[in-house]
C-alpha cells in the first residue's frame, strides 16, 4: 500500500495513500458482477447482465460503496504500519479515478501519543498527613451512631409543637394557578429548627396544637419550573397529623450490642477507633499521593495532540451534562452550553490525561502488570459499592469488552500509584487547615466515594496505553466514522 507520511507538528501527522487504477478497477469489477447475481434486467437472463451493462445502471452506486471498503482497508493497513496512533481523523477522498490512467487517492489526519520517558520516580519525597484518632474522635461518631439508632416516641407531655419536634403533615398550595394544582403532598416529615423546611413553615408550626390545621406562605425559588411564578410567595396549609420526639438510646453496653458493631461498649470503641483509623490512612494517602502526582507532573513536561484532547473533552463535558440532565435540571432553560463546559473542565481534564499516560509509562518501565487477583480485588470492592453480588458484577464485566478494558486500566494506574508511594521516603506532616479528613468508617467512606461510579465507568484515557495494537486500530476506526 503505497502511502507518503507527512510530519504536520510535533505530535500530528498527514498521511495520503495511493491506490493503483489496476486495483480500484479489480474492486469495481468483483463488485459488479457479484450484485449482477442478484440483479433483474429486461432482456437479459438473472446473473448474466453484461459487465458494461452493469457499469453503465450501477456503476455511481457500486463506486461509492467501494471506495468506502478501500479507504477502511487501506487505513486498518496504515494503522498496522504506523506506531503509537492515537487519533485518526476523518478520511478525505481527493481522487476518484475516472480515466483509464487515474488512482484513487485519500488522506487521512492521524495524532500520535507523546514519547514520554519517566525519570526520578521512585525514592520520591512525599509529604503525607498524620493518621491521629483522639477520644473526641471517637465520642464525636458514636453520636452519631446514637442519632442514627433514636427511637420517635409521640408527643404526649405538652399540647403544642415545640423545637425539635418531628412533625408529620398533609399539605397543598391555597392557590387557583393551575400550575400549582399538583403542589401538595402526604405524610411528609419536617423535624422543627433543623432548617430543612423551606422559611416560614418551622415559625408556622412552631407553638400549633399538636392536631392543628395551620397557614403558612412559601417563596418559589429560581429553579421553579414555571418562570412566571418563580420568586413570587404562595399560600400553603398544613395539616399536623403526627407529632414525635426524638429519643436517643444511652451509650452502653446494650446500645453497643444494638449497633451491632461490638457487644460492649468497650469494644464497640475499639472497633470504631479501628475504622476510623482505616479511613483517615485512606484520605491521608490519598492527599499524599495527589501531592505526588503533582511532583511527577512537573517533571515531565509534555503536549497533548490536540484533536485527541477535545475529544477527550467532548466526551467528558457530554457524560456530565448527561448527569446533569438526569437529575431533572433543564440544561437549556439553565443556559449551560457545552463548550462553555469544556472550556471549564479543561484544565483538569487535561491533567487526568496526563497523568494517566505519565503512570502507564512508569507501569512499562517498572514492568508492572494486573493479575487475576487484583482484579479480584477491585471486582469485589466495586461490587459492595453498588450494592450487588461480586460474581454478578464479574458477569457483566466479563461480558462487555469496553468495561473489562475500564477495569484494566483502572487496576493497573491504582497499582502503580500504590508502588510509587510504598517506594517514596515519607513524611509526616500535620493536616492542612483547608482539608481536614473525613473522619468516618472505611466501609461508608468507600460506598460514597462509589455513589458516581457505574459499571461502565466514564472511559480513562490510559486505556489506549493499556490496550494492544489491535485495540488501538478498533478504537480509530471509530474514531474515523
Do not use: C
Request: glycine letters at 6%; hydrophobic letters at 35%.
Amino acid at each position: 500500500m503505497p502511502y507518503e507520511l507527512e510530519e504536520t507538528g510535533e505530535l500530528t501527522r498527514t498521511a495520503t495513500v495511493t491506490v493503483p487504477q489496476e486495483d480500484f478497477e479489480k474492486r469495481i469489477n468483483k463488485a459488479l458482477r457479484k450484485l449482477s447475481k442478484n440483479v433483474n434486467l429486461k432482456g437479459f437472463r438473472k446473473g448474466k447482465v453484461p459487465l458494461p451493462v452493469m457499469r453503465q445502471r450501477y456503476g455511481a452506486a457500486v463506486t461509492r460503496d467501494v471506495v468506502e471498503e478501500i479507504v477502511n482497508d487501506n487505513i486498518n493497513e496504515l494503522l498496522d504500519d504506523v506506531d503509537n496512533v492515537l487519533y485518526l481523523g476523518t478520511p478525505q477522498v481527493t481522487q476518484v479515478p475516472t480515466g483509464e490512467e487515474a488512482e484513487l487517492i485519500f488522506s487521512v489526519d492521524l495524532e500520535l501519543r507523546p514519547e514520554i520517558d519517566p525519570i526520578g520516580f521512585l525514592g520520591m519525597d512525599v509529604e503525607k498527613p498524620k493518621v491521629e484518632i483522639g477520644g473526641d474522635d471517637i465520642d464525636e461518631y458514636l453520636e452519631s451512631l446514637r442519632q442514627e439508632h433514636a427511637d420517635k416516641q409521640p408527643v404526649v407531655t405538652r399540647e403544642v409543637i415545640a423545637s425539635g419536634d418531628i412533625v408529620t403533615v398533609d399539605f397543598k398550595a391555597l392557590s387557583d394557578h393551575p400550575e400549582l394544582e399538583q403542589m401538595k403532598g402526604e405524610d411528609v416529615e419536617i423535624e422543627i429548627g433543623s432548617g430543612q423546611a423551606l422559611p416560614g413553615i418551622d415559625e408556622a408550626l412552631e407553638g400549633a396544637d399538636l392536631d392543628a390545621t395551620v397557614e403558612s406562605e412559601i417563596e418559589l425559588g429560581e429553579d421553579f419550573p414555571v418562570e412566571e411564578l418563580r420568586g413570587t410567595d404562595v399560600p400553603i396549609q398544613l395539616d399536623v397529623k403526627k407529632v414525635e420526639r426524638r429519643v436517643l438510646p444511652e451509650i452502653d453496653d446494650d446500645f453497643a450490642l444494638k449497633t451491632g458493631e461490638g457487644e460492649t461498649l468497650l469494644e464497640l470503641r475499639g472497633n470504631i477507633r479501628k475504622q476510623l483509623e482505616e479511613a483517615r490512612e485512606e484520605e491521608a494517602r490519598r492527599h499524599a499521593t495527589e501531592s505526588m502526582i503533582n511532583s511527577l507532573l512537573e517533571k515531565h513536561d509534555f503536549e497533548l495532540p490536540p484533536q485527541f484532547l477535545d475529544q477527550q473533552l467532548e466526551r467528558t463535558a457530554k457524560q456530565r451534562l448527561q448527569m446533569l440532565s438526569g437529575q431533572g435540571l433543564d440544561l437549556d432553560e439553565l443556559g449551560i452550553d457545552i463548550g462553555a463546559f469544556k472550556e471549564q473542565m479543561a484544565e483538569d481534564v487535561t491533567r487526568q490525561i496526563k497523568t494517566e499516560f505519565l503512570l502507564v509509562e512508569i507501569a512499562r518501565k517498572e514492568k508492572i502488570e494486573v493479575n487475576e487477583e487484583d482484579l479480584l480485588n477491585f471486582f469485589e470492592g466495586q461490587a459492595e459499592r453498588m450494592g450487588v453480588p461480586v460474581q454478578q458484577y464479574m458477569a457483566f464485566v466479563g461480558q462487555n469488552q469496553d468495561a473489562m478494558r475500564q477495569a484494566n486500566a483502572t487496576v493497573l494506574l491504582e497499582k502503580t500509584k500504590s508502588h510509587l508511594l510504598d517506594e517514596a521516603t515519607i513524611t509526616d506532616v500535620e493536616w492542612p487547615e483547608e482539608e481536614e479528613p473525613e473522619e468516618e468508617p472505611a466501609e461508608e467512606e468507600e460506598a460514597a466515594d462509589g455513589s458516581d461510579e457505574e459499571p461502565t465507568e466514564e472511559d480513562s484515557a490510559a486505556d489506549d496505553e493499556t490496550s494492544d495494537e489491535s485495540e488501538e486500530s478498533e478504537e480509530s476506526d471509530e474514531d474515523k466514522s
